[in-house]
């Protein structure tokens, strides 16, 4: 998620959790965030080197040899342009598989269960969830 919005959630989250789960759904929420940024990382990546290794099997890294200035400025021009367009391309297929990864996020959340969604369930009143934590 966008960081400027890591804050709201998680108090959104504290909030809609019962007084003796918060730890645990706080926990969950962090963990979830981390193994989903990584995650995300790996499978657009993949997509990245498997559209360069498509288009440019002969070279090793051709992204460092457009931003290292000396590998650069030994590259032909008409080798520039076909490195250049080939990483356009390769980040292309990274944002529609991201968008793809999204949108099937999405999808996945809108098919829960009655129930399942925190919006489903009736609120408890904050007094009586930290009466109810006290009791156990």
């Known amino acids: 998620a966008l960081p ?4 709201p959630f998680m108090v959104a ?7 003796n789960v918060r730890g ?7 963990f979830n965030r981390m193994f989903g940024a990584a995650l ?3 499978i657009l990546g ?4 498997w559209s360069l290794t498509r288009r ?14 000396d590998l650069r400025a030994a590259l032909a021009p008409e080798s520039l342009v076909h490195i250049s367009n080939a990483v356009a391309d390769a980040l292309i297929l990274a944002f529609i598989a991201g968008i ?3 949108a099937a996020a999405w999808a996945a959340g809108r098919m829960l ?3 399942m969604k925190p919006a489903d369930k009736p609120r408890q009143p904050a007094t009586e969830a930290k009466t109810d934590a006290s009791a156990n």
Not at 4 to 7: A, H
Not at 13 to 19: T, V
Not at 56 to 69: H, K, T
């Open 4 to 7: 400027i919005l890591n804050s």
């Open 24 to 30: 645990v759904a706080t926990a969950s929420n962090a």
């Open 100 to 102: 793809v990864i999204a």
């Open 13 to 19: 989250l504290q909030d809609a959790a019962p007084w």
């Open 46 to 49: 993949a997509a990245m080197n």
């Open 113 to 115: 269960p009655p129930g």
């Open 56 to 69: 440019l099997p002969e070279m090793a890294d051709p992204v460092l040899s457009l931003v290292d200035p």
């Open 40 to 42: 995300g990382t790996a």
